[in-house]
């Protein structure tokens, strides 16, 4: 099963605030916010949602089309994501642009405050998909995460017009997007990923309720934060995955890109969706363990142990003979 994933590549920079937003918020001066944050630290670490994604994916033994836009400062970066199995031929190099940034505030109830500047990824909206299927031999699937709106409208279009599966992963577009562009984007989707905050969002802006949405996807995959997963398909019962247990909270950057990697994974395997999300999940504590989104090892003895403590053993049984991690 080959899959692509489209969207940011960027660089992040990631800050701690050592109190809480809300404290600093006046109720009744919403409408003329002027804030600066002292922050404790500063991280710089590699990101962007599709290089995340895509990064977690080849951890996990698979090895992902990364499509997406950089500018020339991209080498360093590519070396690294190919020296973790993420095919990286099909990403764009623009002769004008930076790399996107991504700015980035955490609080101490783990609450944040992000901005993106967008530089290369603006050119992503010129990357026809069809070429990157031919040089692969075809694809099973493109997931059209947050990118350049036109872009992933693009993608979107191109996917129905060829019939290539798709998945929707919106994120933080829904923001910028008004619903029409959000219909258009979740309408025929194999699977929706959001969060329970960007679920009633995606209902709110596009006028579909819960329902309806259900009734134009195949498979609606919902992350709860620390109540773990649910996952739907019309006509039949919601499964809700546990999540699994942290060791520690770190940072939440990137964990909603490493359950979907986790649960991508799943599908490559063949798994049924409650196994993807289990997956998903337990990918997803690993980066909340760390600071940056790509800044864990998974090792095979310890993923397949923590996931049958978490799931069970018959559960690990049928999760360890499909990974091929890079470290034991």
Same mark, same amino acid.
């Given at each position: 099963?080959?899959?692509?994933v489209?969207?940011?590549?960027?660089?992040?920079?990631?800050?701690?605030?050592?109190?809480?937003?809300?404290?600093?918020?006046?109720?009744?001066?919403?409408?003329?916010?002027?804030?600066?944050?002292?922050?404790?630290?500063?991280?710089?670490?590699?990101?962007?949602?599709?290089?995340?994604?895509?990064?977690? *994916? !080849?951890?996990l033994?698979?090895?992902?089309?990364?499509? /997406? &836009?950089?500018?020339?400062?991209?080498? @360093? =970066?590519?070396?690294?994501?190919?020296?973790?199995?993420?095919?990286?031929?099909?990403?764009?190099?623009?002769e004008?642009?930076?790399?996107?940034r991504?700015?980035?505030?955490?609080?101490?109830?783990?609450?944040?405050?992000?901005?993106?500047?967008?530089?290369?990824?603006?050119?992503?909206?010129?990357?026809?998909?069809?070429?990157?299927?031919?040089?692969?031999?075809?694809?099973?699937?493109?997931?059209?995460?947050?990118?350049?709106?036109?872009?992933?409208?693009r993608h979107?279009?191109?996917?129905?017009?060829?019939?290539?599966?798709?998945?929707?992963?919106?994120?933080?577009?829904l923001?910028? *997007? !008004?619903?029409?562009?959000?219909?258009?984007?979740?309408? /025929? &989707?194999?699977?929706?990923?959001t969060? @329970? =905050?960007?679920?009633?969002?995606?209902?709110?802006?596009?006028g579909?309720?819960?329902?309806?949405?259900?009734?134009?996807?195949?498979?609606?995959?919902?992350?709860?934060?620390?109540?773990?997963?649910?996952?739907?398909?019309?006509?039949?019962?919601?499964?809700?995955?546990?999540?699994?247990?942290?060791?520690r909270?770190?940072?939440p950057?990137?964990?909603?890109?490493?359950?979907?990697?986790g649960?991508?994974?799943?599908?490559?395997?063949?798994?049924?969706?409650?196994?993807?999300?289990?997956?998903?999940?337990?990918?997803?504590?690993?980066?909340?363990?760390?600071?940056?989104?790509?800044?864990?090892?998974?090792?095979?003895?310890?993923f397949?142990?923590?996931?049958? &403590?978490?799931?069970?053993?018959?559960?690990?049984?049928?999760?360890e003979?499909?990974?091929e991690?890079?470290?034991?």
């Amino acid at each position: 099963m080959r899959i692509a994933v489209t969207g940011s590549i960027a660089t992040d920079h990631l800050m701690t605030f050592p109190g809480s937003f809300g404290d600093q918020l006046i109720a009744e001066q919403l409408d003329r916010v002027s804030l600066s944050f002292l922050v404790d630290d500063l991280q710089i670490r590699r990101g962007g949602a599709a290089a995340n994604i895509a990064f977690g *994916m !080849g951890c996990l033994g698979l090895s992902p089309i990364l499509v /997406g &836009a950089v500018g020339s400062d991209f080498a @360093d =970066y590519r070396s690294w994501l190919e020296r973790h199995g993420v095919d990286c031929d099909s990403v764009h190099i623009s002769e004008l642009h930076h790399t996107a940034r991504f700015l980035c505030t955490t609080d101490e109830h783990h609450n944040q405050i992000a901005s993106f500047y967008t530089g290369a990824m603006a050119e992503a909206r010129l990357i026809e998909l069809q070429p990157v299927a031919d040089r692969v031999g075809g694809l099973d699937l493109v997931l059209i995460s947050p990118n350049d709106p036109e872009a992933m409208l693009r993608h979107t279009d191109e996917c129905r017009q060829r019939g290539i599966p798709f998945g929707a992963d919106i994120s933080q577009q829904l923001a910028r *997007m !008004g619903g029409e562009e959000i219909r258009s984007l979740v309408d /025929g &989707a194999a699977y929706l990923f959001t969060n @329970d =905050y960007e679920k009633a969002l995606v209902e709110q802006k596009t006028g579909w309720s819960d329902e309806e949405v259900l009734s134009r996807v195949g498979v609606r995959v919902t992350t709860l934060g620390p109540k773990g997963a649910r996952i739907d398909r019309e006509g039949e019962p919601t499964v809700h995955v546990p999540p699994t247990p942290e060791l520690r909270k770190v940072d939440p950057t990137g964990v909603g890109d490493a359950f979907r990697a986790g649960f991508l994974s799943g599908l490559v395997w063949g798994l049924s969706p409650e196994r993807c999300g289990q997956i998903g999940n337990l990918t997803a504590t690993y980066v909340l363990e760390h600071v940056g989104g790509q800044e864990y090892q998974l090792g095979k003895r310890a993923f397949v142990e923590r996931f049958a &403590a978490a799931y069970g053993a018959d559960a690990a049984a049928e999760v360890e003979p499909r990974m091929e991690c890079h470290y034991p």
